[in-house]
């Protein structure tokens, strides 16, 4: 059994900057690919970025492309956001996820289907 636990949201204004982390443990899938999603309630969660086992493939949606940066620490078994330049639209409850590979194609990383272990969310507000 895996437990990932996300930290580090809050409200921000838009331009500001917040960093996630996720932490595992249990069964903690250190060099699976992990994965960050959102969702906004009412809508699909959509991918955000992504990392493989390493850190040397990393895959970021459009939106977030030049704002935001994965990175992982397998020693730690930790997996961060760093999301810069906050805009509102940014807003959602953003999770971590364990994917199912180690080096998952850029289609794999980007699949929410692709992701076997979830965690609970953290809440991101980015204020106008």
């Known amino acids: 059994q895996v437990q990932l636990v996300e930290s580090g949201g809050g409200l921000v204004h838009a331009g500001g900057s917040l960093r996630l982390s996720c932490a595992a443990s249990g069964r903690t899938f250190s060099t699976n690919a992990k994965g960050w999603f959102r969702q906004v309630p009412g809508n699909e969660r959509e991918f955000v970025s992504a990392t493989n086992w390493n850190g040397g493939k990393t895959y970021y949606a459009d939106s977030v492309k030049g704002r935001f940066t994965i990175s992982r620490d397998n020693a730690n078994n930790t997996v961060y956001l760093q999301m810069n330049m906050l805009k509102p639209e940014d807003t959602a409850v953003y999770y971590c996820?364990?994917?199912?590979?180690?080096?998952?194609?850029?289609?794999?990383?980007?699949?929410?289907?692709?992701?076997?272990?979830w965690g609970q969310g953290t809440q991101v507000t980015v204020s106008s």
């Open positions: 996820a364990v994917n199912y590979l180690l080096d998952p194609t850029a289609a794999q990383a980007k699949s929410g289907h692709q992701y076997m272990y």
